[in-house]
C-alpha cells in the first residue's frame, strides 16, 4: 500500500514537468535506481520461503539485504540532488 501511494504520487509530481524531467540525467538514475530496488525486493519475497527453513540466516539474504538497503537509499539520496543539480522541483 505504501509503495503504490508513493508511485501514484510521484507520478503526478512529475506529470506537472514531465518533459524536463524526463530529460534530467538524475532523473533518469533515479528511475534506474527504483527499478533495480523493486526488482531486489520481488528477489527477497520469492526468497523468503527458502531462507526462512534454513537453520542460520544464509548469507545471500544477508548481501541481498544490504544491496537492497543502498538501492533505497541511492534512490533517496538521488532525489535530493535532482532540484540542486537541474533547478527542477
Not at 503504490?4 to 512529475?14: K, Q, T, W
Not at 548469507?59 to 533517496?76: E, F, Q
Given at each position: 500500500m505504501g509503495f503504490?501511494?508513493?508511485?501514484?504520487?510521484?507520478?503526478?509530481?512529475?506529470a506537472t514537468e514531465a518533459g524536463d524531467f524526463?530529460?534530467?540525467?538524475?532523473?533518469?538514475?533515479?528511475?534506474?535506481i527504483i527499478v533495480l530496488a523493486v526488482i531486489?525486493?520481488?528477489c527477497i519475497e520469492w526468497?523468503?520461503?527458502k531462507w526462512d527453513r534454513a537453520p542460520v540466516m544464509?548469507?545471500?539474504?544477508?548481501?541481498?539485504?544490504?544491496?537492497?538497503?543502498?538501492?533505497?537509499?541511492?534512490?533517496?539520496?538521488?532525489?535530493?540532488?535532482i532540484p540542486a543539480l537541474t533547478g527542477l522541483g
Open positions: 503504490a501511494s508513493a508511485v501514484v504520487s510521484g507520478f503526478l509530481l512529475f524526463a530529460a534530467a540525467t538524475p532523473f533518469r538514475v533515479k528511475m534506474l531486489s525486493a520481488l526468497s523468503v520461503p544464509p548469507v545471500t539474504a544477508r548481501l541481498v539485504a544490504l544491496i537492497s538497503i543502498m538501492l533505497w537509499l541511492g534512490a533517496i539520496l538521488v532525489s535530493v540532488e
